[in-house]
């Protein structure tokens, strides 16, 4: 703040100034820290309303360009099998045990080839069916065969025998 008086620069708690000594009243010392706190408190502006957006106004689509490609420059990963490869390929996996190990081990990912991969596993669901019925039609020959031995006795099956 400055002092009515000389004008000199003042701090804003003094009650005198050093200059010419005139003292500094409350109310000139209220007004200089109320311009003192003015002065450093931030000035807030009004914000500032996004601006529209701007929508396209004409859209084309564009097909993606597909490439066709030839079995060479496929992959070996993705390289299809042929009629004759399946056919081998069921010869090896009826095997009885090296064709079972070699089913395994195509279905769980022994080969780099998508295709044998995929047709070890279907083979490999249609071998776990197959012996999921045999069992079942065993269970179902043990129980209904035994309860048909247990009907006939010995003389039955002898008088069946020569008559």
Request: with cysteine.
């Amino acid at each position: 703040m400055k002092c009515t008086n000389c004008g000199t620069e003042i701090a804003n708690d003094s009650t005198f100034c050093p200059e010419c000594g005139t003292g500094v009243t409350v109310a000139q010392t209220a007004t200089a820290t109320a311009q003192a706190a003015e002065a450093q408190a931030p000035v807030y502006e009004a914000p500032v309303a996004p601006a529209a957006p701007v929508y396209q106004e004409s859209y084309t689509h564009t097909a993606p360009v597909y490439k066709e490609l030839t079995e060479e420059q496929l992959p070996d990963k993705f390289k299809p099998m042929g009629a004759w490869g399946y056919f081998g390929h069921s010869l090896l996996f009826s095997i009885p045990l090296v064709g079972l190990i070699l089913l395994i081990v195509f279905a769980t990912g022994g080969t780099k080839n998508i295709n044998k991969r995929n047709y070890a596993r279907s083979y490999f669901c249609g071998l776990l069916i197959a012996a999921v019925i045999a069992i079942v039609a065993v269970v179902l020959f043990l129980i209904f065969g035994a309860a048909a031995g247990a009907s006939m006795n010995v003389d039955s099956i002898a008088n069946a025998m020569y008559y």
